[in-house]
């Protein structure tokens, strides 16, 4: 009864070590990081630099990875967070100070966002606060130009309300003649923005930036360079005092760490820098980067980080626990395999032993009968040898420690004992008896 119940018991074991095993491989593979299938980047509108750097990045990482990079046109920073969020996108191109990055987690700074005041000439604006009650494309809801454009227009006591303002992009600036001007916070490379200068029918404005900088942690003072968007005439005409935000490549807090990485090395290892040449140098990028870094972002931008290192350790241990969990299994099941191997050769080596007994008590049984009617004291020595040398080999042979425990081989032992007790005896009685015929004396 003892032995049924260790048998069940040791099958519920395996079949429960089986299922641990199938589960965990099941979960780690299911749950281990890998790259996802398809990578979305939310960047902009379609002739916007989010868009045109989305699409440089995506194709850089496509070629990396041979995965599927999808470009998605948005409405700007605060869209794209929500988008991030929802899981619509995987990455996303956000200004920083434009959006919350609470739930989310930086990648890496782009390139930096100055902002520009642009303004047609010959409608009387010469200072921010001529804005007031003029015609003013600020962006969409959703866009980060128009949040810039309410932290100027705040600096300067203004409100969005107090302008005439829409919903429209710079780039209207050239079509649309009733604008008087755009509040635009971008990259200097904007092709849009590089457009509306370049006609020379505009002017940019400059900013109290070192007021704008001390107001705004997002914002730091820059300056727009004479002549950077047209040289006959040069616009702008001076050295314009402005402020800039950067351009930050985002994603959620739970993004995968592979996706984190590849994209960081595509993004530095790749020609990146030669087709945009505003992106900010590796070696700059730590600095300008917000505390919400990704753990594998502040990983590679900070190799000796030993936070970054913990939480390496940390990710590690949680991502192999399901592996380790099937490798204690397997280990298990291996064992437990050995184990019955063994259990079976050993039935197998006890089984032959039992029946070598068995073919020595049948001897012995044999020289028992032969030996109840003999009288010949020379017969019953060649008895008494072949009975010992019976004994001598069962003892030689049969070395397994669980059959000389065993019942049968201590009646075994016994009856060779007893046996040759018992032809001792009969040789002692029937030497007398030849010693008494023999000797006439004895009467």
Same mark, same amino acid.
């Given at each position: ?19 641990? &095993?199938?589960?965990?491989? =099941? ?22 630099? @989010? ?49 919350? !990055? ?12 100055? /902002? #520009? ?35 100027? =227009? ?8 107090? =302008? ?9 600036? &050239? ?20 457009? /509306? ?20 942690? #997002? ?8 002549? @950077? ?34 994209? !960081? ?16 140098? #590796? ?16 990983? #590679? ?30 280990? @298990? ?23 070598? &007994? ?25 008895? =008494? ?27 075994? &032992? ?30």
């Amino acid at each position: 009864m003892q032995t049924l119940r260790t048998t069940l018991l040791r099958k519920c074991v395996a079949w429960g070590m089986i299922v641990i &095993l199938i589960v965990s491989l =099941l979960t780690w593979y299911l749950t281990r990081d890998r790259l996802p299938a398809r990578i979305r980047i939310a960047t902009a509108q379609l002739d916007g630099q @989010y868009f045109q750097f989305g699409q440089e990045l995506a194709t850089a990482l496509a070629a990396r990875t041979t995965i599927q990079v999808r470009v998605l046109p948005t409405d700007g920073s605060i869209d794209n967070r929500a988008r991030l969020r929802s899981g619509e996108a995987d990455l996303a191109i956000v200004q920083s100070g434009a959006v919350s !990055l609470r739930g989310l987690a930086v990648v890496a700074p782009l390139y930096r966002e100055v /902002v #520009h005041i642009i303004v047609r000439k010959n409608r009387g604006i010469h200072k921010i606060r001529d804005l007031k009650g003029k015609k003013v494309a600020v962006g969409p809801e959703g866009s980060g130009y128009r949040e810039s454009a309410r932290n100027v =227009l705040e600096n300067y006591g203004l409100a969005l309300d107090d =302008l005439n303002e829409n919903k429209k992009y710079v780039r209207e600036l &050239l079509a649309d003649p009733t604008l008087d001007a755009a509040i635009v916070t971008t990259g200097m490379k904007n092709p849009s923005v590089h457009k /509306v200068l370049a006609s020379g029918d505009f002017d940019i404005l400059p900013l109290h930036a070192k007021a704008m900088a001390a107001e705004h942690a #997002h914002f730091d003072q820059v300056t727009i360079p004479q002549g @950077y968007y047209a040289t006959d005439p040069a616009v702008p005409a001076t050295d314009i005092q402005t402020v800039a935000a950067t351009a930050l490549l985002v994603c959620r807090e739970d993004a995968p760490s592979i996706t984190v990485s590849e994209t !960081l090395d595509t993004l530095y290892e790749e020609d990146l820098a030669v087709t945009f040449p505003n992106l900010i140098p #590796h070696d700059d990028a730590i600095a300008m980067t917000p505390r919400r870094l990704h753990p594998a972002a502040r990983r #590679h931008f900070d190799p000796f980080d030993h936070v970054g290192r913990l939480a390496t350790v940390i990710e590690g241990l949680a991502g192999a626990r399901e592996l380790l969990f099937a490798c204690v299994a397997g280990v @298990y099941l291996l064992w437990d395999r050995w184990r019955r191997l063994k259990e079976k050769e050993r039935r197998i080596l006890m089984q032959a032993e039992k029946e070598r &007994l068995d073919h020595f008590l049948a001897r012995t049984l044999k020289v028992e009968r032969a030996q109840m009617d003999e009288t010949d004291p020379a017969r019953l020595n060649q008895f =008494l040898d072949e009975i010992t040398d019976i004994k001598l080999k069962a003892l030689e042979q049969l070395t397994d420690e669980d059959l000389r425990g065993d019942r049968v081989f201590s009646i075994f &032992l016994m009856q060779c004992a007893n046996l040759i007790s018992k032809i001792q005896s009969k040789i002692l009685i029937q030497s007398s008896r030849a010693e008494a015929k023999s000797d006439p004396d004895v009467n």
